[in-house]
């Protein structure tokens, strides 16, 4: 539908080998939103909420491991990798919450954060 109050624009994310792999990535993080939102409807959510933490090192075998290991593959180093990772997530979880049927509204900060609006 719509991520309201976005005053950024949605920036595509290149890093993956294939279109299937972004596909996967996309659909992982779409099941983590809906996870969030089904234990925590009434709270924002940000990347590092969905998959920090205690998450942010065991992303192999997860289809968010593509992102890290290529840009390791391009050279950086193992946390400029996990930086550009982390960003690219962000990307992918607007990408996502944009095309999704419900509506979400943006919580500018140092990252941004989003809530789910439900309908009434």
Known sequence: MTIKNLDTEIQ????????????????FIQGAVYAWIGANSDKHFAVRDL?????????QNTPLDPLWRNYHEQGKTSD???DLAAKAAGKLLKIVLDKDKREFLV???YVNSYSWIVEE
């Open 12 to 27: 595509d994310v290149r890093i993956f080998k294939s279109e299937h792999d972004k596909e996967l990535a996309c659909a």
């Open 51 to 59: 998959f920090g933490g205690a998450n942010a090192f065991v992303w």
């Open 80 to 82: 400029e990798a996990f």
């Open 107 to 109: 919580h500018d900060g």
